[in-house]
């Protein structure tokens, strides 16, 4: 009897099991199938690090980069410097939990820039080594992964993207004196007298700002609405852009909020629309959450501007709501596509994954790039990275020009772009001072 | 003696792994202990709800974030000593226990689950919404430490004395709750919460005390996590519907049924992230999958499954044995208690009244009108073939059923429409047609019991080791050995009762009933399933018991038991009563035989 | 008023959703007693196949539809072997607690399966469109899920009133020891339970999924709020769930509207607490029985 039952139920799971792969072998373009062939990738690049060239020793590439890197860092320590061993640089990012969509697309620009790195001589003949460290999508994660980034001996650390994380883990930061090159934009987060945070994106006070600026200016918007996410993110977002269009002594005809996964947001959308908005701000922060509104804004015959927050750029929202992105304008970071910098990490992330490069997340490119160059000239040595990363004016990265003489801010500005077409097309740049 | 040095050795080297922690992990692994640390305390707190009451909440996150506000409310914006705001955050979560628990506790299962599902969300939609207490999104920066003196915890290394103080206090307090008169009522209510009302416990009020409990430590945890000396910093994400499910799967991996399975099952669970790395996304899957396949093959959890391997090596608790004083005891109504006359009044002395008693459900009248007087120190026997409605009787008459209309008047007072736990309070008790036993419980723990109405101390009590506290536990183990020795079961007083032969069942919930030491005890069908010779020993039982001066009313199927037995009959059918007198009275009863026998043998 | 008019339209929309994911709880828990923590990954699941079928293998519609539902039938049977079967003597809380880490499983599955990206299912209607009477938008898609309930609930009506299987589902719901006395397979009745609700999890799935994506987490939020309306109907009973459903819905939207759009997530279950206090045998149900 007993005997029989566990037939059934070990016959059940292995039933189970097989409708998986059956359902991973029916999907050719899934994530689990790259996902291995990338950790195969890694597995050759560090086997390939064993045979690299001998301690110090620098190859002509590796040379020639670090020369043509001087020109635009600041007054750094010129000539390479002296590196012993593989430099392990730690990505701290959500692999599981509510968050693992942005932390794989993260993962993926992190992975990109250390093979290209390391396939073309890595710094100073040594490679680097990722060590994703999973934040877990929560704030005691992220500081776990702070805490094994320190033990796995990184150089400096990659991430984390949440604002909460970051704030969470402020103090250990400063505690272990661990450069972290964050991409969190919650406007305080540089401004916690924390001098080992740089931030590799514009903050929310430039996107919110420029979103009102240039409903007012360009539009000639006199009424705002604003709908959010009433998330840290949204939130910050909203009061930024609320202030804004007071500060131009306009009016913000009614200001909404819904949670995260909300999955409908009719309410909202018709307290806006009879309140009689001729304009739309919308903060969002999931792509999910950004298509389906984008297509209730359709469906209620809302013909007023819209304008929305960076995640309304990401490739899965064009994806997700191509069918009713028509006339939407979005604030980005920066437009994909103006910089050649830009160029050559798209095409590192079609070479590997085979798939459309995801803009949002290419800071991580950056970072790590700026963070290879600087120690090729300064070593691994945590506070001389930290002195020189705070000198770095006017390096050119994928997602625009670099300065952190000014704080913790390397950008200030952002793009303004519009969809035509299910594409999105640039229409200006937005500097705020 | 060989093997307390065995015992003794282990302990010092438990201790002295325990308090070298910090320098044996590194700093993330020892980071990854204390969170663990942190969370084992609203899985405690869950053990109470769950473990020892069997009542389900998700809510656990809930409280544990209402915690980590208090507390970090407290100390940034009114400069409280975090000491203080610990202690703050533990009665604030367990008020908020109590304001959750009295509504919803009524509900039973699944609508109890559903219940603290929606707490939960809503108190996580306040905490995120209400910004300008708990400054919303943003999140709170408590600057404050720890501190004694001039020492501040402010490193994890210190932090983690600081858990470990706070924990092993806090798990001796649910170990000394759990062997306490309270935890008995606890576990009574989870194993069977009828009989656990009618021996005297207020299911309700145990119950929103257990909650009130689990949510106060939840609170300690959450006020603990919010000074996290490397943190110190709360927003209201961190206290999800998936943290509180996150907090049941520790407590169900570790083994809902013991303490230290919900704190090992906390910290095993935090580190197992890290283990199993290398599954990368597929991690929380494993993690599912491994709830389905603990529930369906490990129903006990880990540290419940290693109790039981290793129970056979681990020392038996000693046979104990009772003062003969008390044995000759056993069985006498209690004296005096409540002015509720003595066993020294007048015989003849009415102990039950029951006038005119009715009950229907819907239409069905299960009881139209019965009227009996049960006299002091008698055996009263109420029968009748099936559906006569006895039993209907005797729930009335026990309180687990309101009468429709009628009074029961026990001992000169109308107690219709009490609850249960009220009337065993006042003296009566009893035993059920289908054995009421605790099966988890030894049968000894199911005598003591019984003797919830006979003592007093309270949850203060049970957790600080008072001396007035511990003589009265004494005193009711010894009592309760008593019981069982009266009933002949000495020497099963610590196997589990599901373990018993049936007639050792029957006998120990005699004695479950008689630790009370009722006035009126009240039995149904003692003598169902039992073999002669075992209908004999009750026979015997229930004859010394009168001989104590107790009183009994029993509904009974065996006539011989009942007709050299009862000084007194009551016959019903149909809900009516047909019949009341002495046996002899009763045997040559026309309306009687024809209820048994049928019409035509009487018209024959 | 048009505004109104709007908010219920939507709102006997998304009722709709709840009430047939409400319905699947309800059979589950007439027919064995016990509650399904993982009946939004009954939609979930579904809705996944359905991408599959229509997006990945490019099926018409019909096809796609019929399949998801004939694999929604193989997944509820799945289900009940290894989730339920196993700790059918049990009492509910290692049931309760197997159905959460079942849902677990299932959503992380999804993750591992199909990556943490939402998907867009091919749909009959084309996003966005809409077509206006007098000032108030209609969506199709909203007029399709409203057609295809009522048909449905006619169905169920049908199938458990006038068939032979349905008295036997019934007799089996009501009373398992008695029905297998009467010669009814007790088990196969429970097993065909469990498929049907995966199949009204899958209907509801087709049907939503153009509205809200599929996603791993698409399923939850529905499954709590379609629970909540079983309780505020009347827990166990056919028409408290569909009524429970339809009204959801609709009070989620005026209160969202006219009460406060940051609390729209509360009011489900702060509307269970108040009906659990004065009214706990639901709205619409009858009273419960105690049983001694």
């Known amino acids: ?433 | 003696m060989n093997r307390k040095i065995i015992y003794a050795g282990l302990a010092v080297l438990i201790a002295a792994i325990l308090l070298a922690m910090p320098n044996l992990l590194d700093t993330s692994s020892l980071n990854t202990l204390n969170v663990g640390m942190v969370f084992a305390l609203p899985v405690l707190g869950l053990y109470f709800i769950l473990g020892l009451t069997g009542q389900m909440s998700l809510a656990q996150a809930a409280f544990w974030g209402i915690g980590a506000y208090t507390s970090a409310l407290l100390t940034v914006n009114w400069d409280w000593s975090p000491w203080l705001g610990i202690i703050a955050a533990f009665f604030v979560a367990a008020f908020f226990g109590v304001l959750l628990g009295i509504p919803t506790l009524r509900l039973k299962g699944h609508y109890l689950a559903m219940a603290t599902i929606g707490f939960g969300i809503i108190v996580g939609l306040v905490l995120l919404q209400w910004d300008t207490l708990t400054r919303g999104t943003d999140g709170i920066s408590i600057p404050a430490y720890f501190r004694i003196g001039d020492f501040a915890f402010d490193k994890i290394e210190k932090y983690y004395y600081l858990l470990l103080a706070v924990l092993l206090t806090l798990a001796v307090a649910a170990w000394r709750v759990r062997f306490s008169r309270i935890g008995r009522g606890l576990l009574a209510i989870r194993e069977n919460e009828m009989a656990a009302e009618s021996m005297g416990i207020n299911t309700t009020l145990y119950k929103v005390m257990a909650f009130s409990l689990g949510a106060g430590y939840a609170g300690v945890g959450g006020a603990l996590f919010a000074h996290l000396p490397n943190t110190r910093y709360i927003s209201p994400d961190t206290f999800s519907f998936d943290q509180s499910v996150v907090f049941l799967a520790m407590l169900v991996l570790g083994g809902s049924g013991t303490i230290f399975g919900a704190v090992l099952g906390a910290v095993f669970l935090q580190f197992l992230p890290e283990w199993l790395r290398f599954l990368d996304k597929g991690y929380l899957a494993v993690y599912g999958a491994g709830i389905m396949l603990i529930m369906v093959f490990l129903p006990v959890g880990v540290v419940g499954l290693i109790e039981q391997l290793l129970k056979p090596w681990l020392p038996r608790p000693a046979q104990l044995v009772a003062p003969a004083s008390l044995l000759s005891k056993v069985g006498q109504p209690q004296s005096g208690e409540s002015g509720q006359g003595s066993r020294e009044a007048a015989a003849g002395q009415i102990v039950l009244e029951v006038r005119n008693l009715q009950k229907y459900f819907g239409g069905l009248k299960a009881l139209d009108g019965i009227s009996f007087k049960v006299v002091k120190s008698e055996i009263h026997a109420l029968i009748g073939p099936n559906g006569s409605g006895k039993t209907t009787a005797l729930n009335v008459i026990s309180g687990i059923y309101r009468p429709t209309r009628g009074d029961v008047l026990f001992n000169g007072q109308a107690v219709g429409g009490k609850p249960p736990h009220r009337l065993t309070r006042s003296g009566l008790a009893r035993t059920f047609q289908n054995i009421r036993l605790f099966p988890e419980l030894s049968a000894l723990e199911n005598v003591m019991v019984g003797q919830h109405v006979q003592s007093r101390s309270n949850l203060l009590g049970a957790i600080l080791p008072l001396p007035q506290s511990q003589a009265e536990e004494r005193r009711i183990q010894q009592e309760a050995v008593a019981a069982l020795e009266f009933v002949g079961l000495l020497d099963k007083q610590s196997e589990l009762a599901k373990n018993l032969s049936y007639g050792e069942q029957r006998r120990v919930e005699i004695a479950r009933a008689l630790a009370a030491k009722p006035f009126l005890l009240l039995m149904d069908e003692p003598a169902a399933g039992m073999n002669p010779h075992e209908t004999e020993t009750l026979m015997d039982l229930l004859v010394k018991l009168r001989d104590q001066g107790l009183t009994i009313l029993l509904i009974e199927h065996d006539m011989n038991l009942v007709m050299s037995l009862s000084n007194r009959i009551t016959v019903l059918n149909f809900g009516k009563e047909i019949a009341d007198g002495y046996p002899s009275e009763i045997e040559r009863n026309p309306a009687v035989i024809e209820a048994y026998l049928g019409a035509e043998v009487v018209s024959a | 008023m048009e505004e109104i008019i709007q908010l219920l339209v939507s709102g006997l929309a998304y009722g709709s959703i709840y009430a047939l994911v409400a319905l699947g709880f309800v059979l589950i828990y007439n027919a064995v007693g016990v509650v399904n923590f993982a009946q939004g990954e009954f939609v979930m699941v579904p809705s996944y196949i359905a991408v599959v079928f229509l997006n990945f293998w490019g099926l018409p519609f019909i096809l796609a539809y019929l399949g998801t539902i004939l694999v929604a039938c193989l997944f509820g049977l799945l289900f009940q072997q290894v989730a339920y079967y196993p700790l059918r003597h049990r009492t509910y809380l290692p049931v309760i607690i197997s159905t959460i880490g079942a849902s677990i499983f299932l959503q992380n599955a999804a993750l591992v399966v199909f990556g943490a990206e939402p998907k867009k299912p091919e749909s009959i209607f084309r996003p966005g469109d809409t077509f206006e009477i007098s000032g108030i938008f209609i969506v199709p898609q909203y007029v399709l899920i409203l057609v295809v309930t009522l048909l449905l609930v006619a169905f169920q009506y049908y199938l458990f009133e006038r068939t032979k299987l349905g008295k036997q589902l019934q007799a089996t719901a009501q009373d398992k020891t008695t029905a297998q006395l009467m010669g009814i397979q007790v088990n196969h009745m429970i097993i065909f339970t469990f498929m049907y609700s995966a199949v009204l999890g899958a209907v509801a799935g087709i049907l939503v999924s153009p509205l809200l994506l599929v996603s791993k987490t698409m399923g939850g939020g529905l499954a709590l709020k379609a629970f909540s309306a079983t309780i505020i109907g009347g827990f166990g009973s056919v028409p408290g769930a569909i009524l429970g459903g339809l009204f959801l819905g609709i009070a989620e939207k005026m209160a969202a509207r006219y009460i406060s759009s940051a609390y729209e997530q509360a009011f489900a279950f702060i509307i269970l607490i108040v009906v659990l206090l004065i009214k706990p045998e639901g709205l619409f149900g009858e009273k419960i029985s105690e049983k001694a």
Not at chain 1, 24 to 30: K, Q, T, Y
Not at chain 1, 41 to 62: M, R
Not at chain 1, 185 to 203: C, I, S
């Open chain 1, 1 to 433: 009897m007993k005997l029989a039952f566990r037939k059934t139920y070990l016959s059940s799971l292995a039933v189970m099991a097989l409708l998986l792969t059956v359902l991973m072998a029916a999907c050719g373009d899934n994530t689990a199938t790259t996902t291995s062939a990338a950790t195969a990738a890694a597995t050759t690049a560090s086997s390939a690090a064993t045979t690299a060239a001998a301690n110090g020793s620098t190859t002509t590439a590796a040379a020639s980069g670090s020369a043509a890197a001087a020109s635009s860092l600041g007054p750094i320590p010129k000539g390479p410097a002296q590196i012993n061993g593989t430099i392990v640089v730690a990505l701290n990012t959500e692999i599981t939990g509510a968050g693992s969509q942005t932390g794989e697309l993260a993962r993926k620009a992190a992975e990109i820039a250390v093979d290209k790195i390391n396939n073309t001589g890595g710094v100073n003949g040594q490679k680097i080594e990722l060590k994703v460290e999973d934040a877990q999508s929560s704030n005691t994660g992220a500081l776990a992964a702070l805490n094994k980034a320190a033990d796995d001996k990184a150089v400096a650390m990659v991430g984390p993207v949440k604002s909460t994380q970051i704030l969470a883990i402020n103090d250990r930061i400063k505690e272990l004196k661990m450069p972290a090159l964050i991409g969190g934009t919650n406007v305080t987060l540089t401004q916690k007298g924390n001098e080992w945070v740089f931030r590799f994106r514009p903050n929310d006070g430039i996107a919110g700002n420029a979103m009102a600026n240039f409903l007012l200016n360009d539009k000639g918007a006199s009424k705002i609405g604003i709908l959010h996410d009433s998330d840290a993110f949204g939130t910050g977002g909203a009061d930024v852009v609320e202030a804004a269009v007071k500060k131009a002594g306009k009016q913000v005809a009614k200001r909404e909020k819904y949670t995260t996964g909300s999955q409908d947001f009719t309410a909202q959308l018709l307290s806006i629309k009879s309140a009689g908005a001729d304009a739309l701000v919308i903060y969002g922060t999931n792509a999910q959450d950004d298509a389906v509104i984008l297509r209730q804004i359709k469906e209620q015959g809302m013909k007023i501007p819209v304008v929305g927050s960076p995640s309304f750029g990401q490739t899965i929202v064009t994806s997700l709501a191509s069918d009713v992105t028509e006339g939407v304008y979005v604030v980005q970071d920066f437009f994909t596509g103006r910089t050649p910098e830009y160029n050559e990490y798209a095409k590192a992330w079609q070479t590997k994954f085979n798939s459309e490069p995801d803009g949002l997340s290419a800071w991580n490119w950056d970072a790590i790039h700026l963070l290879s160059r600087i120690i090729a000239q300064v070593g691994t040595d945590n506070s001389k990275i930290r002195e020189a990363l705070s000198q770095v004016k006017g390096y050119q990265g994928a997602v625009g020009l670099f300065d952190f003489t000014r704080g913790g801010d390397g950008l200030n500005s952002v793009d303004v772009a519009q969809y035509k077409d299910k594409k999105l097309v640039f229409i200006r740049n937005v500097a705020v001072s």
